[in-house]
């Protein structure tokens, strides 16, 4: 039982480099959300998808964009990569918006 | 003001003692609340559920609600080394994302 599963684990970037985070959920849950965490400041949400084809804000949003393929994967996208994105980011995923979420194991990404 | 407020710790304890984590919030609309753990370099996982005020128990957990006075606390009796990992409080309207804490460190020294 796979659950929520994220890709890359780890990775490394330089500055203006761009890439995706992957996100995919096994559960047929309808909202997911992208995390960042930080030392000190808990889990920020940068954006989420309550339901496929829509995508809203969350606390974080600048710099990022997010694409809900479908319904099981929803993809976090960094254009032109800072050093303050350097961070834990987790994905997570619920049967609606607002119920116990389900996390991945996160990606560790470090911006150089 | 934050919506939720969580004491970030560090705490560390005696194996064997009762802890006891709390988190205030401002936001009178919340209904569900949650408890989640996470141990080092591993995703949150929820620990403990409950959407009324009064106690709801789980093994060696407590879950306890106070709405009136807008606090939730999570209970461990006779805490375990294995019971070493960050905590979080969540919480929602019921319609909305997750309200988190900023989570309590705790480390349970045998």
């Known amino acids: 039982n796979a659950g929520v599963t994220q890709t890359p684990k780890f990775q490394v970037l330089k500055t203006g480099q761009s890439m995706t985070l992957q996100c995919a959920q096994d559960m047929n849950h309808n909202s997911m959300y992208w995390y960042r965490q930080d030392p000190g400041m808990g889990l920020r949400l940068i954006y989420y998808s309550a339901s496929e084809g829509t995508t809203d804000k969350g606390e974080v949003p600048n710099g990022y964009n997010v694409s809900r393929l479908n319904k099981r994967e929803f993809s976090l996208r960094l254009e032109s990569a800072a050093p303050s994105q350097t961070s834990v980011y987790f994905c997570a995923s619920t049967p609606r918006t607002g119920d116990i979420q389900y996390f991945g194991a996160g990606t560790r990404l470090s911006v150089l | ?110």
Request: net charge neutral.
């Open chain 2, 1 to 110: 003001q934050k919506e939720v407020e969580q004491d970030p710790g560090p705490l560390s304890v005696p194996e064997g003692a009762i802890v006891s984590l709390n988190c205030t919030y401002s936001n009178s609309a919340f209904q569900y609340f949650m408890w989640y753990r996470q141990y080092s370099r591993k995703g949150p996982e929820l620990l403990m559920y409950t959407y009324s005020s009064g106690n709801k128990e789980d093994g060696r957990f407590t879950a306890q609600v106070d709405k009136s006075s807008k606090y939730i606390s999570l209970f461990i009796r006779d805490s375990q080394p294995s019971d070493s990992a960050t905590y979080l409080c969540a919480m929602d309207e019921g319609n909305t994302p997750l309200v988190f804490g900023k989570g309590t460190r705790l480390s349970v020294i045998a």
